[in-house]
């Protein structure tokens, strides 16, 4: 659906350079639900303008499904409109790119003097629909955001779910086959929050939408996002499906991000504050569970085949996809030769060992 090839984007203020997406490549297929995930300042937002042109790449290409490839190089633009030649982009081009994909933002960018019907309806002008047919519209995306009863309110007297509901709707107006998530729950509590990702969730079902969806929160991807990019320093340091980054993770970005997520994050703080669980000789490892394998029921077995005391310090388990994510913070205790013999059992078994600190 959308195919991005060694992006560039960076900005010279003051002097100095910023290098906001460096060398991006990414792959979203239709219908995708797509998280592009990564802290503060780590390029995401402009990625994501860059796709839509918000923003023009210094250099790179994009290529839309039934649309055609755009190629940027030192700030001009080129479009290759599928089964035609190059030439440089147009403004009509650029309307009909922008129409095709919906953008969502975390502050809403709603007209306050305007009602919701205005607010959806603003899209549609210049159309060529009649009042009849935006009426129409407007109506139909209000039931389709089950918002119906608010076709007259404010955005004032909106709540942020609510407001968030309204922009979605605006964003479908013009029935884009990709919506553009920038942020979206950021500003809204947990319940808003829920409620936005499950209604993200069934347009993507119901429209075949293609969402790509930014966050610097691991939950929104865990929640919906079936692949996910890990962005840093305006690089995707790591990309795939969901489960796979989020099992094993690679980069140690990834790592902090799933830890945060998952409990376990607590065990550099539970090792500062106990810097004694080690003082008795013991053997500090984390045990991550994959598909095949949930590690707990063989705690039990190794510390009987080798004598080992196997002590749980923290445990997580979730269910993501169906399939279970986690590990356990384990203390082994025994005779330097029997924890070795013990962790080298358990990498035999398919758990992924990894030893956080020797007592
Ligand atoms: N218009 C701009 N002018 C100058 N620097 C910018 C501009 N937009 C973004 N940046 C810089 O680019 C980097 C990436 O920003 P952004 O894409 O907003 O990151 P994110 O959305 O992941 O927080 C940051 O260092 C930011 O300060
Ligand atoms: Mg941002």
Do not use: W
């Amino acid at each position: 659906m959308i195919e991005i090839k060694e992006l560039y984007k960076s900005f010279d203020t003051a002097g100095t350079t910023v290098h906001a997406v460096e060398n991006v490549s990414l792959d979203i297929e239709a219908g995708d639900v797509y998280g592009i995930v990564g802290y503060s300042g780590a390029g995401k937002s402009t990625l994501v303008r860059c796709i839509n042109l918000l923003e023009r790449p210094d250099s790179g290409s994009i290529r839309v499904e039934g649309f055609g490839t755009i190629r940027c190089a030192r700030g001009s633009a080129f479009c290759t409109p599928e089964g035609g030649a190059e030439q440089p982009l147009s403004e009509k081009q650029l309307k009909t790119l922008r129409r095709d994909m919906g953008m969502i933002f975390q502050h809403f960018n709603l007209l306050d003097r305007s009602t919701v019907f205005d607010n959806i309806a603003y899209p549609l002008k210049h159309s060529g629909r009649s009042r009849a047919e935006i009426k129409a519209r407007v109506l139909e995306l209000l039931d389709l955001v089950e918002l119906r009863d608010k076709i007259n309110a404010y955005p004032s007297q909106l709540s942020g779910g609510q407001k968030q509901r309204v922009a979605i709707a605006r964003a479908l107006a013009n029935n884009p086959r990709i919506l553009l998530s920038d942020e979206a729950t950021s500003a809204l509590d947990p319940d808003a929050t829920e409620s936005i990702l499950r209604l993200l969730q069934d347009l993507n079902r119901k429209l075949n939408l293609t969402i790509v969806l930014i966050t610097h929160e691991m939950a929104v991807v865990k929640a919906i996002c079936g692949k996910v990019a890990v962005m840093e320093n305006g690089r995707v340091v790591e990309q795939g499906n969901v489960y796979d980054v989020f099992s094993e993770p690679q980069a140690n970005i990834t790592r902090k991000f799933v830890d945060s997520s998952s409990g376990l994050g607590r065990i550099n703080k539970l090792i500062d504050q106990h810097a004694n669980v080690l003082s008795g000789g013991g053997t500090l490892i984390r045990l991550t569970y994959n598909k095949d394998c949930v590690g707990e029921s063989l705690i039990s077995e190794v510390s009987r085949r080798f004598g080992v005391n196997m002590n749980i310090l923290l445990g997580s388990l979730e269910l993501l996809q169906g399939s279970p994510l986690g590990g356990l913070i384990v203390l082994v205790e025994g005779s330097m030769d029997a924890r070795r013999e013990a962790i080298a059992f358990l990498c035999e078994h398919n758990v992924i060992v990894e030893v956080i600190e020797h007592g």
